[in-house]
């Protein structure tokens, strides 16, 4: 299995393989084709003759020279597809095969002169999907996801202070979970779940990760202190990484960054200005984050500073988590009534 250093060396490893591997095929084809058709042998050597004419013809400004080895070229390509039609041969059957026919299986599309390469997006999905392989969350979403939530674990009896019993609550946060999710491609909406440990912040977490990944999204979950300790690695040991700019570009990339347990990381000045920095150029190029944290808002204040918390408070729908540690209720399978 990959390691989080060499996740991007070992998927450009891959591209090599897959690209190589769509050589020989075309190789071996074209080596069949002309067993069968010695004339497509024949035709191709000569087309590729012409062209080599061609290109020195129009160096040479010989344009009547160069337009009738055009024109041969071209008389030859239609011989060759007659050939090829009557044989009921596939107009393709003589062009490489890419996984990805939009980066021809390099990861990258077209490099603009003097700017760096766009990565390709089977490139950033691959890059998503080892880290959550490394992660072990995927098979998770095989388990907590909007098709297995059970609201009988939550409490059906109504606490006073709030006014609601925790069954009814989380239908709520259901109902905005899913509305979340449908509106994802729509419109532009950030998400601050919290509440005490065990009420099920994570589990609407992956709620939404699963329905996302399975639409198509790139989605990435990470923990608050593993996200800090990438940023820490990227800042201060950027010599020593293998490629330090991938994680960093994933996590800026993704169309949704699930920021889980913020809070449970070791807090110093470089954290809380990474973390600004984050949500803050999230923001600015309007890519979704979805954020879960034990703290409730009046202690977000003391923790992070209040640049952070504004951007908060003015840009994510805070949604709070009431009741009672579910994870003790399903771990001897118990349940309410509905």
């Known amino acids: 299995m990959m390691g989080y250093k060499t996740v991007y060396r070992d998927l450009m490893k891959y591209y090599e393989a897959t690209r190589e591997n ?7 084809r074209k080596e069949s084709l002309y067993q069968n058709f010695p004339r497509l042998a024949e035709i191709d050597v000569a087309i590729a003759a012409l062209g080599l004419s061609l290109v020195r013809q129009t160096l040479a400004g010989n344009i009547s020279e160069a337009k009738e080895a055009k024109l041969k070229a071209a008389t030859l390509e239609q011989e060759k597809k007659e050939i090829m039609s009557l044989n009921n041969v596939p107009d393709d059957y003589l062009s490489v095969v890419y996984e990805c026919p939009l980066c021809k299986d390099t990861g990258y599309l077209s490099m603009i002169e003097g700017a760096r ?18 992660s072990n969350v995927k098979g998770i979403l095989g388990e907590e996801n909007f098709d297995t939530f ?5 409490s059906p009896a109504v606490i006073a202070d709030e006014g609601i019993s925790p069954q009814n609550h989380m239908g709520a946060v259901h109902r905005m979970a899913t509305d979340f999710v449908n509106e994802f491609s729509t419109g532009f909406n950030n998400l601050l779940l919290y509440g ?4 099920g912040k994570t589990f609407i977490c992956h709620c939404i990760a699963k329905d996302l990944l399975d639409a198509g999204h790139t989605v990435l979950y990470i923990t608050a202190p593993r996200l800090f300790k990438i940023i820490e690695d990227y800042r201060f040991n950027r010599e020593a990484l293998e490629e330090p700019t991938e994680m960093m570009d994933a996590i800026t990339d993704v169309d949704l960054l699930i920021l889980d347990d913020l809070g449970a990381e070791f807090m110093t000045v470089v954290t809380s200005s990474a973390l600004f920095d984050l949500v803050n150029q999230r923001l600015l190029s309007r890519k979704p984050m979805v954020i879960s944290t034990n703290l409730p808002p009046d202690e977000l ?3 992070y ?6 951007r908060f408070t003015g840009y994510y729908r805070m949604i709070k988590f009431i009741g009672e540690d579910i994870r003790i209720m ?4 118990g349940r309410y009534a509905t």
Request: proline fraction near 0%; glycine fraction near 4%.
């Open 196 to 199: 005490a440990a065990g009420l």
């Open 330 to 333: 399903k771990k001897y399978g």
């Open 117 to 134: 390469a766009e990565r390709c997006s089977c490139l950033k999905q691959r890059l998503v999907e080892e880290y959550y392989s490394l």
């Open 22 to 28: 769509a050589e020989t095929l075309l190789q071996q």
């Open 305 to 310: 500073s209040a640049r952070i918390v504004s």
């Open 150 to 154: 059970d609201f009988r674990c939550f």
């Open 301 to 303: 204040v003391h923790h």
